[in-house]
């Protein structure tokens, strides 16, 4: 069964270092996501990507966050300046569609640990 | 989009069916209702979605009320594997990104 792999599965990060984190969403899907989950709390929305674009974004997409399709595989999340507070697990999902005619399928995910 | 109402948690026998409620009462008529679980600290699962219809699929039942203000999702019989938060989400059909709440935390008792 096709499914979204996610790298690296754990990273731990210096505050005010870069990291990237990097997705490979199932290779027919157009629509692209990441979503964050901070221990103990709620999946929260970051941002949705599609036709090379941000489609939608929350407001904790702010601007030390960036994503990209650098190569027409890899989904890439990059957080410019990592802050303690991003310490989370991180999930990306794809589908095939927009609005309601298919699943979210996401990836196990990406720890970073930000000390 | 709508807002859900989950319990916090619910026990299941092994074995036996697993019946989660979601309260979405300000439901719109193009909204959707989804399903999605966590086994631990996994990435969400897709489990079901409908509009208005009930139905089925291989992991398990969605029942929608007829004014479709509030819907169940059935796990005919419930495995330990089960256990996982369960998260029902209303989504319109222009909005791409789903909306996570707290969910329902199933707990399958051998």
């Known amino acids: 069964e096709p499914e979204v792999t996610q790298t690296p599965s754990h990273q731990v990060t210096q505050m005010g270092q870069e990291v990237i984190l990097r997705c490979v969403p199932i290779?027919?899907?157009?629509?692209f996501y990441w979503y964050r989950q901070i221990l103990g709390q709620k999946v929260e929305f970051l941002v949705s990507?599609?036709?090379?674009?941000?489609?939608?974004k929350s407001e904790i997409f702010d601007d030390q966050f960036s994503v990209e399709r650098p190569d027409g595989s890899n989904f890439t999340l990059k957080i410019r300046s990592t802050k303690l507070e991003d310490s989370a697990m991180y999930f990306c999902?794809?589908?095939?569609?927009?609005?309601?005619?298919?699943?979210?399928?996401f990836g196990e995910g990406s720890r970073l640990t930000v000390l | 989009d709508a807002k859900t109402t989950q319990p916090t948690s619910m026990d299941c026998a092994e074995g036996r069916a697993a019946n989660l409620p979601c309260n979405h009462s300000?439901?719109?008529?193009?909204?959707?209702v989804y399903w999605y679980r966590q086994i631990h600290s996994q990435g969400p699962q897709y489990i079901i979605h409908?509009?208005?219809n009930n139905e089925t699929n291989e992991m398990a039942s969605l029942i929608i009320t007829e004014d479709r203000k509030s819907s169940t999702l059935i796990l005919p019989h419930a495995t330990l594997r089960d256990t996982a938060v369960y998260y029902c989400?209303?989504?319109?059909?222009?909005?791409?990104?789903?909306?996570f709440g707290s969910g329902t935390r199933l707990q399958v008792q051998p």
């Open positions: 990507f599609y036709n090379n674009e941000i489609s939608e």
């Open positions: 989400i209303v989504n319109s059909a222009g909005r791409r990104a789903l909306t």
């Open positions: 290779s027919n899907h157009l629509y």
């Open positions: 999902a794809s589908r095939v569609s927009g609005g309601n005619t298919g699943e979210l399928f």
């Open positions: 300000t439901i719109s008529g193009n909204e959707y």
């Open positions: 409908g509009l208005k």
